[in-house]
């Protein structure tokens, strides 16, 4: 039974446009909310995290916001460009093992 | 500097047959992970080393399944008697620490039983 699920499977987006990845959870134990990146043939690295006291974090083009009472949280990659394109894992954890989400395809077409 | 090596990088085996995955984490790092990727799926959790800790197996989907990890640092997975369901990239991860350092994975194995 996934603990995270994750939304789309896959999405196409513009260059410059914005990519919006959709992650729900079930478990309040949950502390820890990371996103990791991957391109084809790589491991997976880890992109941006937050945790569930700060509602929103920004790194440069990437935004996590995040909904404790929903519990829900989402991934926004603004102003996407084609080096953008790759998997999208969503992922949460209460210690030191991390539940991921089925992943997000993304596409960036120039 | 080095990262997570992980080898083969590649592993095509014949039904019936055991394999063995390496992995070396990064040179420091206590905590050791094993993830499987199946197509189309999220990573799913197999093995955790921390230290000299007894390792977390509660992941393992079989008990032909198991790891080892020798002197705090070489990995290695095992599967006996491989099955097609086997076939899946298999990923090793390891972190400074437990809590919330960030995981750091190798390029996976490729695994594809015939």
């Known amino acids: 039974q996934q603990q995270v699920k994750q939304s789309p499977q896959s999405l196409i987006v513009q260059k410059g446009g914005i990519s919006i990845i959709n992650c729900a959870y079930e478990n309040t134990a949950f502390d820890y909310f990371p996103w990791y990146q991957q391109f084809p043939g790589k491991g997976p690295a880890l992109l941006i995290a937050i945790r569930p006291d700060v509602s929103e974090k920004k790194e440069g083009r990437f935004t996590i916001s995040f909904n404790k009472s929903a519990k829900q949280f989402s991934l926004h990659i603004m102003d996407s460009q084609p080096g953008d394109s790759a998997t999208y894992f969503c992922?949460?954890?209460?210690?030191?093992?991390?539940?991921f989400g089925a992943g997000t395809t993304v596409t960036v077409r120039a | 500097g080095a990262g997570v090596s992980q080898s083969p990088s590649n592993k095509v085996t014949e039904k019936g047959k055991d394999v063995e995955l390496r992995c070396d984490p990064i040179?420091?790092?206590?905590?050791l992970y094993w993830y499987r990727q199946s197509l189309g799926q999220g990573l799913e959790f197999l093995i955790y080393?921390?230290?000299?800790?007894?390792?977390?197996k509660s992941g393992l989907p079989s008990d032909r399944f198991s790891a080892e990890r020798t002197g705090g640092s070489v990995s290695t997975l095992t599967i006996q008697r491989t099955q097609q369901e086997d076939s899946a990239v298999y990923l090793c991860?390891?972190?400074?620490?437990?809590?919330?350092?960030?995981?750091?994975f190798g390029n996976g194995t490729r695994l594809t039983v015939t």
């Open positions: 991860a390891s972190s400074s620490s437990q809590g919330n350092s960030p995981l750091h």
């Open positions: 992922a949460a954890t209460n210690d030191y093992k991390l539940s």
């Open positions: 080393f921390q230290g000299n800790s007894a390792p977390d």
């Open positions: 040179s420091g790092h206590t905590a």
